[in-house]
């Protein structure tokens, strides 16, 4: 079945960090990838997407791009702030199963000033 | 808009205790979802809906039933409460199925079951 993997926390940066957080996928389609964020005591919302191969997703100074070869979407950011902490959660939705999202199982960052 | 709205936010029930999670949506969405996230294990979908008076199973379903009367409601319950269902709950819509779609999430009810 379809599968995501993403890089284990916690990962802790000081303010201006590069940020890198991988994320590889499995599935026997073509899925859309989508990176969602959770700030403390809050619900998921959608920080990027993309929905076919070569396409990039940005937001916020965030990008991910959508990799076929290498089934992966990792999440990158030039420079950190201390808003920037919270839960990031790879995960993709095929045509197959496109009522289900399947998540990885999320990466916490701590930002530090 | 309010958007996804939950209710509680926080709840405590004992073992055997019944209880239904509310969830609605004023977004006028046609699918709707429940997911639950336990540490270190993401998200996993429980029931969803594509529709008023369509319910289907996700991934985890068993201890849980869902109906779908309105277009805007689509509440969570739980029969008799386990402590295997300590969790937290997330309800989610979006406008239409499809594997590019963005599901709008609520803030989420944290359940412990004792």
């Known amino acids: 079945g379809d599968s995501v993997t993403q890089m284990e926390g ?3 940066l000081s ?5 890198t957080i ?9 899925p859309s990838l989508f990176w969602y964020v959770q700030y403390p005591g809050e619900g998921l919302q959608l920080l990027l997407k993309a929905t076919k191969a070569d396409d990039k997703g940005s937001n916020k100074g965030f990008e991910a791009t ?3 070869e290498t089934t992966s979407f990792h999440l990158e950011k030039g420079s950190v702030q201390v808003s920037d902490s ?8 095929d045509l ?4 289900k999202l399947v998540f990885g199982k999320g990466t916490k960052l701590t930002v530090n000033p | 808009n309010a958007g996804v709205t939950q209710t509680p936010k926080f709840q405590v029930l004992k073992t055997g ?8 949506q004023d ?3 046609e699918y709707m979802s429940w997911y639950r996230q336990d540490p270190g294990m993401g998200l996993r979908l429980i029931h969803y809906s594509v529709g008023a008076g369509i319910t289907d199973q996700g991934e985890v379903p068993n201890g849980y039933n869902v109906s779908r009367s309105t277009t805007e409601d689509f509440p969570l319950r739980l029969l008799s409460a386990a402590p295997s269902q300590t969790s937290v709950y997330f309800c989610a819509s979006s406008y239409q199925q499809g594997p590019g779609e963005t599901q709008y999430f609520g803030p989420g009810t944290r359940l412990l079951v004792l």
């Open chain 1, 22 to 30: 991988n994320c590889t996928y499995t599935a026997t389609g073509y």
């Open chain 2, 17 to 24: 205790q019944s209880m239904t999670l509310q969830c609605a």
């Open chain 1, 10 to 12: 916690p990962v802790t």
């Open chain 1, 86 to 93: 919270a839960v990031y959660f790879c995960a993709l939705s």
């Open chain 1, 96 to 99: 197959a199963g496109s009522e």
């Open chain 1, 66 to 68: 959508y990799r076929k």
């Open chain 2, 27 to 29: 977004m006028n969405h």
């Open chain 1, 15 to 19: 303010e201006e960090a590069l940020l």
